[in-house]
Nanobody
């Protein structure tokens, strides 16, 4: 069993930055793909960034490319999402997730096993 706790969300003005953290406990997630998803008001949950355990494969949604950076510190069992140049459209609840058993780099919700509780990010215009 893996327990994930996100932190770092909040209210920020457009153009600002936030850094989300996701700390895992229960067992190491160093060998598992991890991803960040978000769900905005009235929208479906979408994957915004994901990476394999070694960082050899990284995915970004087109809407965040060049602005968001996913990284992980396997020694700390933690994954991060640096978000720069934030836009009101980035307003959402952000979730981190761990995938176990999937091949490659999973990008859909169903391929992720464990989820955090979510952290709210609100970007004002």
């Amino acid at each position: 069993q893996v327990h994930l706790v996100e932190s770092g969300g909040g209210l920020v003005q457009a153009g600002g930055s936030l850094r989300l953290s996701c700390a895992a406990s229960g067992r190491t997630v160093s060998w598992d793909p991890m991803g960040w998803f978000r769900q905005g008001p009235g929208k479906e949950r979408e994957c915004v960034a994901a990476m394999t355990w070694g960082g050899g494969t990284i995915y970004y949604a087109d809407s965040v490319k060049g602005r968001f950076t996913i990284s992980r510190d396997n020694a700390k069992n933690t994954v991060y999402l640096q978000m720069n140049s934030l836009e009101p459209e980035d307003t959402a609840v952000y979730y981190c997730a761990v995938s176990t058993g999937a091949a490659g780099l999973p990008l859909t919700q169903n391929e992720y096993t464990y989820w955090g509780q979510g952290t709210q990010v609100t970007v004002s215009s």
